[in-house]
């Protein structure tokens, strides 16, 4: 069987992605860097085994500390400014890729919902395994 490729950009199509095999986790996170970051609600982030994904085009990258003290390096477009991907220090063996940039996003479902004490109280979504 072959193995199952996802593909993905920004939103001028500059920056482009490509992730082999099952998303490991797919979280959703409701803290305000997120919001921030994406001007939107919360964010998704789909996480990948980092040897399976390849990024390509012009990025730039922005750092910051999460609450562990360690850094995550988010890669941008360099044209539009999309967030595509994004390496967690403390997860060097994953990168997370945003969900909204990746080809048929209603395929993926998010595993887990944290930060839920900045989550805006009108989001409200079924997880599975949640009542
Ligand atoms: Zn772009
Ligand atoms: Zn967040």
Known sequence: M???KRKGSCSCGQLSIRAEGEPVKISACHCRECQRRTG???GVAVFFDREKVAASGASNSYKRLGDSGRSIEFRFCLACGSTVYWMPEFRKDLVAVALGCLEEPSSMVPTQSVYEESRLRWVG???P???
């Open 129 to 131: 395994g949640r009542d």
């Open 40 to 42: 939107s609600a919360f």
């Open 125 to 127: 979504f079924d997880l």
């Open 2 to 4: 072959e193995a199952v």
